[in-house]
């Protein structure tokens, strides 16, 4: 983490990032974050969740920083300290691993969807189908 | 492993150097021959053959510690002093009191030449060289070497480092250089000079070193062993008459490790103590000389003990000071470092315990006994053109390094002197090819050659003179029958010499080196022969012979035909120049 | 005995033509490995001289003598001034002994 | 062998003011020395240097009572300088006379530690005696030279050299690859800041040139081998035929008119650029075989690209009228003796294809800083364009320095751009724009421009859209706001490299180079040298500058090869002299020199070529076989100091330190620690030598074989050494040394390694105190007596 202040907020870790748009911040407004020493508010940022773990960012920066690596290190340490409760699907997936070593797709989806949105329970469920019906879920 | 891509003889190269004087072996007297010859005559061209590296080869390649002859004369010293006592060490000769006298003259200048060079001599208070003892000085000879070395080179010497003489160019009867071989490079070096001095050194590796058997460790041995006595070959082969061969070299040396006895005895007074305590020379040599007794003598009496129940023997240390062992140990580290680091990976404090002793192998070596060439006062052999000097040159013993050094000077005086009346023949092209054949034939026999290696028949060589021509393991003692057997043999090893391979040119000069051992050896036992007497008892013990022959109180000599390849021994008589009872000093 | 070569330190004289202590061995026993490294060839032969322990400029030798007639692990380690040596001398036991002198030059 | 006059030296002890008798007991002292050995006279002066001392002394001098001054006290450089010259112009050498400087000795501080001084004081003048005992005279070595020089590269900064030494009369040759003279800049559209015409200068420049008869231009060749040193260079160059007689060519024309082959445009994108410009197929000229130089017409004569000659064709032969075409002409091999070189090989464009994301070479309408200069190929209907700084340059991935001229050429290119089509929007995409000094001008007229958007980003990754045009993605790092553009061309700032001929000429001339493949010595101090001597190096092959400074660096070149180009050359007489009855032959000297001043002689020994050699004493310090000694500190005459050391001054428990100083950087900064007052202790004796890297291991091995309980080598900081290597070399060596001294069982840190530099003189006193503490933990050095 000591070469974060190399970041020359080029930009290019965010314009490349596939999900910054979808959560109002980007990877190098993280990594400002950090150089600014706001830690905590990096550690909350919704940004850590949307992260799809793609490397887009850490492939273009031009100082050659780890950003993925940064990203995920933040995630942890959140949780660590109990900031931030991870999302549901991270949870649920998580708790299937811890318990039976495997992962059943359909189960995973059923369950973090019931908790992300418990009051569309038929759309969810038609998603569910359409996807089943593609082999997309096993 | 290197042998330069030769594998047939159009691949060796033949480099021919002119030169005015070659000087063959950059040693103590080769460095100081050199230096004599360019500082007398600067335009002349002074060529050395060296088989190693000029600044560490040679028997002082791991310093010295005294030179062993100094002539104080403010103690009443004087040459004819110093022959009276080289003559009674030899219980009384016979020596060349002539080249011993012509060397004494000049040996306190060429010491004093070494210091002004850069070799520390210790001095005692009142600004004289330190004694040791009545003719040895101190000196801090770790350098020793290097300092001659260096010298040579700016008096304007060329070297050839790495070049191994493998016989003298001849113009009839005359000497007109030599052949090398070129160990590095595989060459076959051509060197054409007006007049040419030996000074290989002596020869070493004849008989079996008593350590060698349970070390694994082959060159336990007080002579540098890579003084093989190719100087002596090779005059050998060429037919110059050698002298005194049977007054072979032994030193009593520390047992287990063949370390220097001398600098603990003479230079610290230890005496040798026998397994009883008693003091060995004192109490039963009292009166041949007791601690100053003959070096034979020396040597003889403590194997003596062992083969009268009396042993171990040992030089007594005990009685020296932490102080004094610290010095000693430092003197030993001038000469013989390794002998330090025996005694500490043994743990011993020799002021605690006396040091072991033993007798060596025997050496050829003409700057200690009286073997070697026969010369002329001027140094020349008996081939027109040979010079030799040092080890090399005999009929004068106890010449040590300040002896062998003015031996250098003398000898280059002398070829300076020769070498302006004569010029050079053009190179004898069927010599060269003769030679060339002859030193390559074991390189391209090859590697895979179903024959013997140079070590097989090294070792055989040792063996069988060890025991049949009276080495250490028969305590030096011999008899008519054993050195014909030994002399039967050699002629068998000198015939197997053609099944001799090399796999690369280090191998190749090994072969050599066996080759020029075995020369030496032939020609040393039929000295040994001639002699039925005891003359130097445990240099020369005859058991069939116990007594001293007074009708053999002359020098034996030797030659061998060149063509016929027999060797004739013949005597010289004896001439007493500085008068006085021959046995006292 | 044997020169030992410690691996790591050689360098081979950077595998120049001749490493130093292959030029200044009096019985030509060192040559240069296929691992450019100094190599000595026949350990039996060696005379201790220790000529090259003394000029290798990296301290890459060592002289042991056999264990046949010495224990395991005395040393003797020269080190070279411009006109003076000293010596290290370490017996079985771990002792340590030192010795320095001239070997250049006026002794004053 | 010379006649050694012997020694006969005067112990001149300067007391000004008493304030040396104040601090040692000088009626000891002088006593003492006048019985040393080879001491002629011993005597306090009174007055310092004044006036009726210098007269008394040059007259003793005059009267043969001494031949040699060991001078005791405290002395200024200038005091030493005057003595010096003023003892040499009554004959006395001046490498004869040793400075004793007590006061950098750390004496002079405490009056109440006068006895203890005085011992010091003792030890330190014995070995300033044995130094000056071994002393020797030196005259200036006189090597030949020649006045001509050669430059190779002929570019814009290769032409202004060869213009500043045409016009200190010396003969110039110059070596360009290409057919004509004139280098990048000549394929450049317009010069920041004036927005001129680059031809104009260049033009102005060559007429400079064509005016004098001294200079040789030799077009179409390269330098293929070296021999020779300074003053006496023999270069040997490869010249590829032109085909065409230089003297006849008028560039009529006429052939060009015959000439059967057509070549297609050397076009691939729809505004007439090329994306590699390649040296056979030169530019827009290049449309059938025989055309006429380039880049510039200098020389005139025109160039015949014969590989593409149809077979048999001689139609241009016979169609000149002047005789000019030489179709057989065959290559031709110069050798040139020259004094000196100058190298000016110039840049090459960074490959852009590599920088993937913007995808150069993939999409026509993205081009390159260099091919947008050719502006005139542009067309009208471009509404939008873009520029991307730093495409390439400050990236870890491909070029990790700042390539210094792409700020302003972009700014310069839409500068240029609005003034054509004020219409056009432009976006800037950048990262820091570097416009240092007066070019703030330059970017604040493009910042007020209208249209003109600085996006301080760079974006992510570029898109061709089905209309033909690209999408950019970039997050506006001032805002935050993720931005989706789109231009109808994109340029992007590529960076500098060094060119292909720098590499070349680099192996030729086995010229040393940093990591990004630039030349480099030494920085702040000698930025033109090239660590050989005699060559130097100007330009952009040292790294990405502008033309100004292309320009004065070539002509700082110029100005430092001309002492080197004289009838004579004079040499300091401070060189490595090599012992060949001690050297092995190993050739350590010839691998560690950092100038490469060793050549072998005919014997294979090593052999210094004074010329190139800078006198550092590295190779001194390196052999193992001390066969190798730099005059006037020779291996002797620093042995002889050290060996003078005698710690037993002191206490066993009070720990004796022996200091190597540098004499560039640790030297001044403990004189200037003197100077300050600041307290050096009395346990510290200081030796200065030219360079760290002269200190053999013999000499550290004799300080603590003869009892110095610490060896202290003080040297320049990483990359400061004035002789580029000298702290890495002793530091290799040290190491070497370290364990051996382990092996030993001595403590390592008995020998210590520091770097200073001149300012550093607290550090160093600091220093100096922490390290005797830490000696005094240690315990006296077991080879202490």
Same mark, same amino acid.
């Given at each position: 983490?000591?070469?974060?202040?190399?970041?020359?907020?080029?930009?290019?870790?965010?314009?490349?990032?596939?999900?910054?748009?979808?959560?109002?911040?980007?990877?190098?407004?993280?990594?400002?974050?950090?150089?600014?020493?706001?830690?905590?508010?990096?550690?909350?940022?919704?940004?850590?969740?949307?992260?799809?773990?793609?490397?887009?960012?850490?492939?273009?920066?031009?100082?050659?920083?780890?950003?993925?690596?940064?990203?995920?290190?933040?995630?942890?340490?959140?949780?660590?300290?109990?900031?931030?409760?991870?999302?549901?699907?991270?949870?649920?997936?998580?708790?299937?691993?811890?318990?039976?070593?495997?992962?059943?797709?359909?189960?995973?989806?059923?369950?973090?969807?019931?908790?992300?949105?418990?009051?569309?329970?038929?759309?969810?469920?038609?998603?569910?189908?359409?996807?089943?019906?593609?082999?997309?879920?096993? | 492993?290197?042998?330069?891509?030769?594998?047939?003889?159009?691949?060796?190269?033949?480099?021919?150097?002119?030169?005015?004087?070659?000087?063959?072996?950059?040693?103590?007297?080769?460095?100081?021959?050199?230096?004599?010859?360019?500082?007398?005559?600067?335009?002349?061209?002074?060529?050395?053959?060296?088989?190693?590296?000029?600044?560490?080869?040679?028997?002082?390649?791991?310093?010295?510690?005294?030179?062993?002859?100094?002539?104080?004369?403010?103690?009443?010293?004087?040459?004819?002093?110093?022959?009276?006592?080289?003559?009674?060490?030899?219980?009384?000769?016979?020596?060349?009191?002539?080249?011993?006298?012509?060397?004494?003259?000049?040996?306190?200048?060429?010491?004093?030449?070494?210091?002004?060079?850069?070799?520390?001599?210790?001095?005692?208070?009142?600004?004289?060289?330190?004694?040791?003892?009545?003719?040895?000085?101190?000196?801090?000879?770790?350098?020793?070497?290097?300092?001659?070395?260096?010298?040579?080179?700016?008096?304007?010497?060329?070297?050839?480092?790495?070049?191994?003489?493998?016989?003298?160019?001849?113009?009839?009867?005359?000497?007109?250089?030599?052949?090398?071989?070129?160990?590095?490079?595989?060459?076959?070096?051509?060197?054409?000079?007006?007049?040419?001095?030996?000074?290989?050194?002596?020869?070493?590796?004849?008989?079996?070193?008593?350590?060698?058997?349970?070390?694994?460790?082959?060159?336990?041995?007080?002579?540098?062993?890579?003084?093989?006595?190719?100087?002596?070959?090779?005059?050998?082969?060429?037919?110059?008459?050698?002298?005194?061969?049977?007054?072979?070299?032994?030193?009593?040396?520390?047992?287990?490790?063949?370390?220097?006895?001398?600098?603990?005895?003479?230079?610290?007074?230890?005496?040798?103590?026998?397994?009883?305590?008693?003091?060995?020379?004192?109490?039963?040599?009292?009166?041949?000389?007791?601690?100053?007794?003959?070096?034979?003598?020396?040597?003889?009496?403590?194997?003596?003990?062992?083969?009268?129940?009396?042993?171990?023997?040992?030089?007594?240390?005990?009685?020296?000071?932490?102080?004094?062992?610290?010095?000693?140990?430092?003197?030993?580290?001038?000469?013989?470092?390794?002998?330090?680091?025996?005694?500490?990976?043994?743990?011993?404090?020799?002021?605690?315990?006396?040091?072991?002793?033993?007798?060596?192998?025997?050496?050829?070596?003409?700057?200690?006994?009286?073997?070697?060439?026969?010369?002329?006062?001027?140094?020349?052999?008996?081939?027109?053109?040979?010079?030799?000097?040092?080890?090399?040159?005999?009929?004068?013993?106890?010449?040590?390094?300040?002896?062998?050094?003015?031996?250098?000077?003398?000898?280059?005086?002398?070829?300076?002197?020769?070498?302006?009346?004569?010029?050079?023949?053009?190179?004898?092209?069927?010599?060269?090819?003769?030679?060339?054949?002859?030193?390559?034939?074991?390189?391209?026999?090859?590697?895979?050659?179903?024959?013997?290696?140079?070590?097989?028949?090294?070792?055989?060589?040792?063996?069988?003179?060890?025991?049949?021509?009276?080495?250490?393991?028969?305590?030096?003692?011999?008899?008519?029958?054993?050195?014909?057997?030994?002399?039967?043999?050699?002629?068998?090893?000198?015939?197997?010499?053609?099944?001799?391979?090399?796999?690369?040119?280090?191998?190749?000069?090994?072969?050599?080196?066996?080759?020029?051992?075995?020369?030496?050896?032939?020609?040393?036992?039929?000295?040994?022969?001639?002699?039925?007497?005891?003359?130097?008892?445990?240099?020369?013990?005859?058991?069939?012979?116990?007594?001293?022959?007074?009708?053999?109180?002359?020098?034996?000599?030797?030659?061998?035909?060149?063509?016929?390849?027999?060797?004739?021994?013949?005597?010289?008589?004896?001439?007493?120049?500085?008068?006085?009872?021959?046995?006292?000093? | 005995?044997?020169?030992?070569?410690?691996?790591?330190?050689?360098?081979?004289?950077?595998?120049?033509?001749?490493?130093?202590?292959?030029?200044?061995?009096?019985?030509?026993?060192?040559?240069?490995?296929?691992?450019?490294?100094?190599?000595?060839?026949?350990?039996?032969?060696?005379?201790?001289?220790?000529?090259?322990?003394?000029?290798?400029?990296?301290?890459?030798?060592?002289?042991?003598?056999?264990?046949?007639?010495?224990?395991?692990?005395?040393?003797?380690?020269?080190?070279?001034?411009?006109?003076?040596?000293?010596?290290?001398?370490?017996?079985?036991?771990?002792?340590?002994?030192?010795?320095?002198?001239?070997?250049?030059?006026?002794?004053? | 062998?010379?006649?050694?006059?012997?020694?006969?030296?005067?112990?001149?002890?300067?007391?000004?003011?008493?304030?040396?008798?104040?601090?040692?007991?000088?009626?000891?002292?002088?006593?003492?020395?006048?019985?040393?050995?080879?001491?002629?006279?011993?005597?306090?002066?009174?007055?310092?240097?004044?006036?009726?001392?210098?007269?008394?002394?040059?007259?003793?001098?005059?009267?043969?009572?001494?031949?040699?001054?060991?001078?005791?006290?405290?002395?200024?450089?200038?005091?030493?300088?005057?003595?010096?010259?003023?003892?040499?112009?009554?004959?006395?050498?001046?490498?004869?006379?040793?400075?004793?400087?007590?006061?950098?000795?750390?004496?002079?501080?405490?009056?109440?530690?006068?006895?203890?001084?005085?011992?010091?004081?003792?030890?330190?003048?014995?070995?300033?005696?044995?130094?000056?005992?071994?002393?020797?005279?030196?005259?200036?070595?006189?090597?030949?030279?020649?006045?001509?020089?050669?430059?190779?590269?002929?570019?814009?900064?290769?032409?202004?050299?060869?213009?500043?030494?045409?016009?200190?009369?010396?003969?110039?040759?110059?070596?360009?690859?290409?057919?004509?003279?004139?280098?990048?800049?000549?394929?450049?559209?317009?010069?920041?800041?004036?927005?001129?015409?680059?031809?104009?200068?260049?033009?102005?420049?060559?007429?400079?040139?064509?005016?004098?008869?001294?200079?040789?231009?030799?077009?179409?060749?390269?330098?293929?081998?070296?021999?020779?040193?300074?003053?006496?260079?023999?270069?040997?160059?490869?010249?590829?035929?032109?085909?065409?007689?230089?003297?006849?060519?008028?560039?009529?024309?006429?052939?060009?008119?015959?000439?059967?082959?057509?070549?297609?445009? @050397?076009?691939?994108? !729809?505004?007439?650029?090329?994306?590699?410009?390649?040296?056979?197929? /030169?530019? $827009? +000229? %290049?449309?059938? #075989?025989?055309?006429?130089?380039?880049?510039?017409?200098?020389?005139?004569?025109?160039?015949?690209?014969?590989?593409?000659?149809?077979?048999?064709?001689?139609?241009? @032969?016979?169609?000149? !009228?002047?005789?000019?075409?030489?179709?057989?002409?065959?290559?031709? /091999?110069? $050798? +040139? %003796?020259?004094? #000196?070189?100058?190298?000016?090989?110039?840049?090459?464009?960074?490959?852009?294809?590599?920088?993937?994301?913007?995808?150069?070479?993939?999409?026509?309408?993205?081009?390159?800083?260099?091919?947008?200069?050719?502006?005139?190929?542009?067309?009208?209907?471009?509404? /939008?364009?873009? +520029?991307?700084?730093? #495409?390439?340059?400050?990236?870890?991935?491909?070029?990790?320095?700042?390539?210094?001229?792409?700020?302003?050429?972009?700014?310069?290119?839409?500068?240029?751009?609005?003034?054509?089509?004020?219409?056009?929007?432009?976006?800037?995409?950048?990262?820091?724009?570097?416009?240092?000094?007066?070019?703030?001008?330059?970017?604040?007229?493009?910042?007020?421009?209208?249209?003109?958007?600085?996006?301080?980003?760079?974006?992510?990754?570029?898109?061709?859209?089905?209309?033909?045009?690209?999408?950019?993605?970039?997050?506006?790092?001032?805002?935050?706001?993720?931005?989706?553009?789109?231009?109808?061309?994109?340029?992007?700032?590529?960076?500098?490299?060094?060119?292909?001929?720098?590499?070349?000429?680099?192996?030729?001339?086995?010229?040393?180079?940093?990591?990004?493949?630039?030349?480099?010595?030494?920085?702040?101090?000698?930025?033109?040298?090239?660590?050989?001597?005699?060559?130097?190096?100007?330009?952009?092959?040292?790294?990405?500058?502008?033309?100004?400074?292309?320009?004065?660096?070539?002509?700082?070149?110029?100005?430092?090869?001309?002492?080197?180009?004289?009838?004579?050359?004079?040499?300091?007489?401070?060189?490595?002299?090599?012992?060949?009855?001690?050297?092995?032959?190993?050739?350590?000297?010839?691998?560690?020199?950092?100038?490469?001043?060793?050549?072998?002689?005919?014997?294979?020994?090593?052999?210094?070529?004074?010329?190139?050699?800078?006198?550092?004493?590295?190779?001194?310090?390196?052999?193992?076989?001390?066969?190798?000694?730099?005059?006037?500190?020779?291996?002797?005459?620093?042995?002889?100091?050290?060996?003078?050391?005698?710690?037993?001054?002191?206490?066993?428990?009070?720990?004796?330190?022996?200091?190597?100083?540098?004499?560039?950087?640790?030297?001044?900064?403990?004189?200037?620690?003197?100077?300050?007052?600041?307290?050096?202790?009395?346990?510290?004796?200081?030796?200065?030598?030219?360079?760290?890297?002269?200190?053999?291991?013999?000499?550290?091995?004799?300080?603590?074989?003869?009892?110095?309980?610490?060896?202290?080598?003080?040297?320049?900081?990483?990359?400061?050494?004035?002789?580029?290597?000298?702290?890495?070399?002793?530091?290799?060596?040290?190491?070497?040394?370290?364990?051996?001294?382990?092996?030993?069982?001595?403590?390592?840190?008995?020998?210590?390694?520091?770097?200073?530099?001149?300012?550093?003189?607290?550090?160093?006193?600091?220093?100096?105190?922490?390290?005797?503490?830490?000696?005094?933990?240690?315990?006296?050095?077991?080879?202490?007596?």
């Amino acid at each position: 983490m000591e070469r974060i202040s190399a970041c020359v907020q080029c930009g290019r870790c965010s314009a490349g990032c596939p999900v910054a748009f979808e959560s109002g911040q980007s990877p190098r407004q993280i990594i400002r974050l950090l150089q600014l020493d706001q830690r905590g508010e990096a550690r909350r940022s919704p940004l850590l969740w949307f992260c799809a773990t793609c490397q887009a960012c850490s492939t273009r920066c031009p100082r050659g920083l780890p950003v993925l690596e940064i990203m995920l290190a933040l995630r942890r340490e959140g949780q660590e300290l109990g900031e931030v409760r991870a999302p549901a699907f991270y949870r649920i997936f998580r708790q299937m691993i811890e318990k039976s070593g495997r992962v059943s797709e359909w189960r995973l989806g059923f369950k973090s969807a019931l908790c992300r949105f418990p009051r569309r329970p038929l759309g969810q469920a038609l998603l569910f189908l359409q996807l089943w019906r593609r082999g997309k879920i096993r | 492993m290197e042998n330069k891509g030769i594998t047939t003889l159009n691949d060796i190269k033949t480099e021919i150097i002119e030169t005015d004087l070659l000087i063959i072996g950059g040693g103590n007297a080769g460095c100081f021959a050199a230096y004599e010859a360019k500082t007398q005559n600067p335009a002349l061209k002074v060529t050395i053959m060296e088989k190693a590296q000029i600044s560490r080869s040679g028997a002082t390649a791991a310093g010295m510690d005294a030179i062993n002859t100094y002539i104080r004369e403010d103690r009443g010293e004087t040459p004819e002093s110093l022959v009276r006592w080289g003559r009674a060490q030899l219980g009384g000769g016979p020596i060349r009191e002539d080249l011993v006298l012509s060397n004494a003259e000049l040996l306190n200048e060429s010491v004093e030449m070494l210091e002004e060079w850069g070799l520390p001599i210790v001095r005692d208070d009142e600004g004289y060289y330190k004694l040791r003892g009545r003719w040895d000085i101190s000196i801090q000879g770790e350098q020793l070497k290097p300092i001659m070395a260096e010298k040579a080179m700016e008096a304007g010497a060329q070297v050839y480092n790495r070049v191994a003489a493998t016989n003298l160019l001849m113009a009839g009867d005359r000497c007109v250089g030599a052949f090398g071989l070129g160990v590095r490079d595989g060459k076959l070096y051509v060197f054409q000079a007006k007049a040419t001095i030996v000074a290989t050194g002596g020869a070493c590796g004849i008989y079996r070193s008593p350590v060698t058997d349970y070390t694994g460790s082959h060159h336990q041995t007080w002579m540098c062993p890579f003084n093989v006595g190719s100087g002596y070959a090779i005059g050998i082969r060429a037919g110059a008459e050698m002298t005194s061969l049977e007054q072979r070299w032994v030193a009593i040396r520390t047992k287990d490790f063949c370390g220097p006895v001398d600098t603990l005895a003479v230079g610290y007074g230890c005496l040798m103590i026998n397994g009883r305590g008693e003091k060995i020379m004192a109490d039963r040599y009292a009166h041949l000389g007791g601690e100053k007794a003959p070096r034979f003598l020396r040597l003889n009496a403590p194997m003596t003990e062992w083969l009268e129940g009396r042993a171990p023997t040992y030089v007594d240390t005990t009685r020296l000071s932490s102080e004094e062992s610290k010095e000693l140990r430092e003197d030993l580290l001038n000469e013989r470092p390794s002998f330090v680091l025996f005694l500490a990976s043994n743990g011993i404090d020799i002021t605690k315990e006396p040091v072991e002793i033993f007798g060596s192998d025997p050496y050829i070596v003409g700057g200690h006994t009286g073997s070697g060439y026969w010369v002329d006062i001027k140094r020349m052999s008996t081939i027109p053109g040979l010079f030799a000097a040092g080890e090399a040159a005999g009929g004068s013993p106890n010449k040590f390094v300040g002896g062998c050094a003015t031996e250098g000077r003398i000898a280059a005086r002398g070829a300076l002197e020769y070498l302006m009346g004569v010029s050079l023949p053009a190179p004898p092209a069927d010599q060269i090819d003769r030679e060339k054949e002859r030193v390559f034939a074991p390189l391209l026999r090859g590697g895979a050659f179903d024959g013997v290696t140079a070590v097989e028949m090294e070792e055989r060589l040792q063996r069988l003179m060890d025991e049949y021509a009276g080495g250490v393991s028969q305590f030096y003692r011999m008899n008519e029958e054993r050195l014909e057997h030994a002399l039967k043999q050699v002629k068998v090893l000198q015939d197997q010499t053609r099944y001799l391979f090399a796999s690369d040119l280090h191998d190749l000069l090994n072969v050599h080196e066996v080759i020029d051992r075995l020369s030496v050896a032939e020609v040393l036992l039929h000295h040994l022969i001639y002699r039925k007497e005891t003359r130097w008892e445990g240099w020369q013990t005859r058991m069939d012979y116990p007594e001293v022959n007074p009708d053999l109180d002359c020098f034996i000599e030797s030659r061998r035909d060149p063509l016929s390849g027999e060797v004739k021994v013949f005597t010289r008589s004896y001439e007493q120049l500085v008068a006085g009872d021959r046995t006292k000093g | 005995m044997p020169p030992k070569v410690d691996r790591e330190k050689c360098d081979g004289c950077k595998a120049e033509n001749e490493p130093l202590c292959e030029q200044i061995c009096p019985g030509d026993l060192f040559t240069l490995g296929e691992d450019k490294k100094a190599r000595c060839r026949m350990p039996r032969d060696c005379w201790d001289c220790m000529s090259c322990v003394k000029i290798c400029p990296k301290g890459a030798l060592e002289t042991r003598v056999p264990y046949q007639i010495g224990y395991h692990q005395a040393k003797l380690i020269p080190l070279m001034g411009t006109n003076s040596i000293t010596w290290t001398l370490i017996d079985l036991n771990g002792k340590v002994e030192r010795f320095h002198y001239i070997n250049r030059g006026s002794l004053d | 062998m010379s006649l050694k006059v012997t020694p006969k030296i005067a112990i001149f002890f300067a007391n000004e003011g008493d304030e040396l008798s104040q601090s040692v007991d000088l009626a000891a002292l002088v006593p003492r020395f006048s019985r040393a050995k080879n001491v002629s006279c011993c005597e306090v002066l009174p007055g310092g240097g004044a006036g009726k001392n210098r007269e008394d002394i040059i007259a003793k001098y005059q009267q043969g009572m001494f031949n040699r001054i060991l001078w005791v006290g405290r002395f200024s450089p200038e005091q030493r300088r005057n003595w010096e010259s003023d003892l040499a112009a009554a004959g006395l050498n001046p490498y004869l006379q040793e400075w004793c400087d007590l006061r950098e000795q750390g004496i002079y501080h405490e009056k109440d530690l006068r006895e203890l001084q005085t011992q010091k004081a003792m030890i330190l003048i014995q070995m300033s005696l044995a130094r000056t005992r071994l002393l020797e005279p030196l005259e200036p070595l006189c090597l030949p030279g020649t006045d001509a020089v050669l430059v190779v590269g002929g570019g814009t900064a290769g032409l202004h050299a060869v213009a500043a030494l045409a016009q200190a009369k010396k003969k110039v040759y110059l070596i360009e690859q290409q057919s004509a003279v004139g280098g990048k800049v000549a394929e450049l559209g317009r010069l920041y800041p004036r927005i001129c015409d680059p031809h104009c200068g260049l033009d102005f420049i060559i007429q400079k040139i064509r005016k004098t008869k001294s200079v040789e231009i030799h077009t179409l060749s390269r330098v293929v081998a070296v021999e020779g040193g300074p003053g006496n260079f023999f270069v040997r160059v490869l010249k590829a035929p032109r085909y065409v007689d230089e003297e006849r060519c008028n560039a009529c024309g006429e052939c060009r008119k015959v000439c059967p082959v057509v070549l297609p445009e @050397e076009t691939s994108g !729809p505004y007439g650029c090329q994306h590699a410009p390649e040296t056979v197929c /030169e530019s $827009t +000229f %290049r449309k059938c #075989a025989i055309s006429p130089p380039w880049p510039l017409n200098f020389p005139t004569a025109y160039v015949i690209a014969r590989p593409l000659c149809p077979p048999h064709c001689r139609k241009c @032969e016979k169609a000149c !009228p002047s005789a000019a075409v030489l179709l057989d002409q065959p290559p031709t /091999e110069l $050798t +040139f %003796r020259v004094g #000196a070189m100058l190298v000016t090989t110039g840049w090459d464009p960074y490959a852009l294809a590599k920088v993937e994301e913007y995808g150069y070479g993939r999409y026509p309408n993205v081009i390159s800083n260099l091919e947008m200069e050719q502006q005139d190929a542009l067309p009208g209907e471009i509404r /939008e364009v873009g +520029f991307i700084q730093c #495409a390439g340059s400050r990236d870890e991935r491909h070029l990790d320095y700042c390539s210094a001229v792409c700020c302003s050429v972009t700014l310069k290119q839409v500068l240029a751009l609005k003034e054509k089509n004020p219409a056009v929007r432009c976006y800037i995409f950048y990262q820091d724009i570097r416009t240092p000094g007066l070019g703030e001008e330059l970017y604040q007229r493009v910042k007020a421009l209208e249209g003109v958007l600085f996006i301080r980003a760079n974006p992510a990754v570029v898109r061709p859209r089905q209309d033909g045009r690209l999408a950019l993605r970039v997050e506006d790092t001032f805002s935050g706001k993720e931005l989706d553009l789109s231009v109808d061309l994109l340029v992007l700032a590529g960076g500098l490299i060094p060119s292909e001929g720098t590499s070349e000429i680099a192996d030729v001339l086995k010229l040393p180079r940093n990591a990004e493949g630039f030349f480099e010595s030494h920085l702040p101090c000698h930025s033109e040298e090239s660590q050989r001597t005699g060559i130097r190096v100007g330009g952009t092959s040292r790294g990405p500058m502008g033309i100004d400074r292309a320009i004065e660096t070539a002509q700082q070149a110029a100005l430092d090869v001309l002492p080197f180009l004289q009838e004579t050359i004079e040499v300091t007489p401070t060189v490595p002299v090599l012992n060949l009855s001690k050297c092995d032959k190993c050739k350590r000297c010839m691998e560690e020199c950092p100038f490469g001043s060793f050549l072998f002689d005919a014997e294979g020994f090593s052999q210094v070529d004074l010329g190139r050699c800078r006198q550092c004493g590295g190779c001194m310090g390196t052999c193992p076989l001390l066969a190798v000694s730099r005059r006037h500190s020779t291996i002797e005459q620093l042995a002889a100091q050290v060996r003078a050391v005698k710690p037993s001054f002191l206490a066993r428990e009070e720990p004796v330190l022996l200091a190597f100083l540098c004499a560039n950087d640790a030297y001044p900064a403990v004189r200037r620690a003197a100077e300050l007052g600041l307290s050096i202790p009395l346990n510290v004796f200081h030796i200065t030598v030219p360079c760290i890297g002269a200190v053999n291991n013999a000499l550290i091995a004799d300080a603590l074989a003869f009892g110095s309980d610490g060896v202290l080598i003080a040297g320049c900081r990483d990359g400061q050494c004035h002789y580029i290597k000298g702290n890495q070399l002793i530091k290799t060596r040290g190491d070497d040394l370290k364990a051996k001294l382990q092996s030993m069982i001595m403590d390592p840190r008995r020998v210590r390694l520091t770097n200073l530099e001149i300012r550093d003189s607290r550090a160093y006193v600091e220093l100096i105190h922490s390290y005797l503490k830490e000696l005094k933990e240690m315990g006296p050095n077991p080879f202490r007596a």
